[in-house]
C-alpha cells in the first residue's frame, strides 16, 4: 500500500494520471507516447523540487515512514549468510533488537539494529522499535563476541527511544544503556554506525558509540522527539514542528555540529520509493569506511573514538579564548 505525506500531495494526482494513462494504454494495447513521457517528467521535477526544499519536520515525518526500509530489509539486500542470534543470557529475547554475525562483500561482521514492525500485529511485538533492557544486553553480548574474534561491528539505527515501560525500568533500562556507553568506548575493532530512519535519545545512542557515525539525508538524531520536547517546553505537543527546528536534528545540522561524519544520499522521493537504492548507499559507505579501518590498531580506534565523543559540545567563548567544555 502506497502512504502519502502531507507535503508529498501536490504529487499524487499526477501518479494517479500517469497510471490511469499506463492501464488505458495497456488495455488498447499501445503505447502512451509523449504525454506520459511529459507526465513522468513533471512528476520527477516536483518531486525534486519538494524534497529539495524540505523543513526539519518533514524529515522526521520522512524518517518514521511506515515503508521505510527498516534494518532487517538492509541485511537482506546488503549482506550474506546472515544469522541471527538471540538473547541476552539473563532474562529474554528481545525482538526490537536484530543482530547476528554476517558476511559484507566476504568479509565478516557483526550487524546489530533496531527493528520496527511493518503491521500492527509486529509493532506490538517489536514494542515499534523500542528496545527493553535485554535488547541493550542481547546487542552488548555481540558486540563483546565481535570484538573477542577481531570482527567489525556495523549498527543501524532507527528508534524514537528506548522502551518506557514499568517492566523495562524494573530491569534496569538506563543501567543497560550506561554499560553499552561505556563498553563500546573499549572495543577494539572498527565500528561503524548509521542512522537509518529514527535515531531517538540514548535508545539510540546506546548502540551508536562508534568510530564513524553516518545518517541518511531523511533520518534524524535527537536527545528527544520534537512532539516530547514541545510538551515539556510548551506544554503542547502539536508544536513539534517548532520543536524540530529548535533541536537541529536533521543531518545537516548535525555535520555542522561534530555528532556526525556524514550524511548518505537517499534515492528522490526518499528511502521509502527505492529500497535499492537505499541499500547500494549503505554498501558504499560500509566498503569505504571498512576499508579506511582496516589495519587500524586497536589502542588507536579506542583513542580517536574516545576523542571523537569528547569533543561533542565543546564550543569557543565569544572572546575568543579557546574551547570549554558545554
Not at 73 to 83: A, K, L, N, Q, S
Not at 189 to 203: A, W
Not at 249 to 268: F, K, R, T
Request: glycine share 10%.
Amino acid at each position: 500500500m502506497t502512504v502519502w505525506l502531507d507535503f508529498e500531495k501536490p504529487v499524487l494526482e499526477l501518479e494517479q494520471k500517469i497510471q490511469e494513462l499506463r492501464a488505458s494504454a495497456e488495455e488498447r494495447g499501445m503505447s502512451a507516447g509523449d504525454e506520459l513521457d511529459e507526465l513522468v517528467r513533471k512528476a520527477e521535477d516536483m518531486r525534486r523540487e519538494i524534497y529539495a526544499n524540505l523543513t526539519r519536520y518533514q524529515r522526521v515525518q520522512i524518517a518514521r515512514h511506515p515503508r521505510r526500509p527498516y534494518t532487517l530489509d538492509y541485511i537482506e539486500r546488503c549482506f550474506t549468510g546472515f544469522r541471527e542470534l538471540h538473547g541476552d543470557r539473563h532474562f529474554a529475547d528481545d525482538p526490537a533488537i536484530i543482530g547476528g554475525l554476517a558476511y559484507f562483500e566476504g568479509r565478516a561482521v557483526m550487524v546489530i539494529g533496531q527493528q520496527k514492525g511493518r503491521d500492527t500485529k509486529e509493532n506490538l511485538m517489536r514494542r515499534f522499535g523500542m528496545p527493553n533492557p535485554e535488547g541493550y544486553r542481547k546487542a552488548l553480548r555481540l558486540m563483546q563476541l565481535a570484538d573477542r574474534f577481531r570482527v567489525p561491528i556495523v549498527t543501524l539505527v532507527d528508534t524514537p527511544g528506548a522502551y518506557p515501560g514499568l517492566g523495562a525500568e524494573e530491569r534496569g533500562q538506563a543501567e543497560a544503556i550506561a554499560v553499552n556507553l561505556r563498553e563500546m568506548a573499549t572495543f577494539g575493532v572498527p565500528i561503524i554506525t548509521i542512522v537509518i530512519g529514527e535515531g531517538g535519545s540514548g535508545g539510540a545512542l546506546a548502540i551508536a558509540v562508534a568510530d564513524t557515525v553516518l545518517m541518511f539525508e531523511n533520518s534524524v538524531y535527537s536527545v528527544i522527539s520534537p512532539e516530547g520536547c514541545a510538551s515539556i517546553l510548551w506544554r503542547d505537543g502539536k508544536q513539534g514542528a517548532k520543536a524540530a527546528e529548535a533541536l537541529r536534528l536533521a543531518a545537516p545540522d548535525l555535520v555542522a555540529l561534530d555528532i556526525v561524519d556524514g550524511v548518505l544520499s537517499e534515492p528522490v522521493g526518499g528511502a521509502h520509493r527505492d529500497w535499492e537504492g537505499a541499500a547500494a548507499a549503505v554498501s558504499a559507505a560500509l566498503r569505504e569506511n571498512l576499508a579506511r579501518l582496516d589495519g587500524v590498531a586497536p589502542e588507536e580506534l579506542i583513542r580517536t573514538r574516545a576523542a571523537r565523543f569528547r569533543k561533542i559540545g565543546v564550543f569557543g567563548t565569544a572572546a575568543g579564548s579557546g574551547p570549554n567544555p558545554a
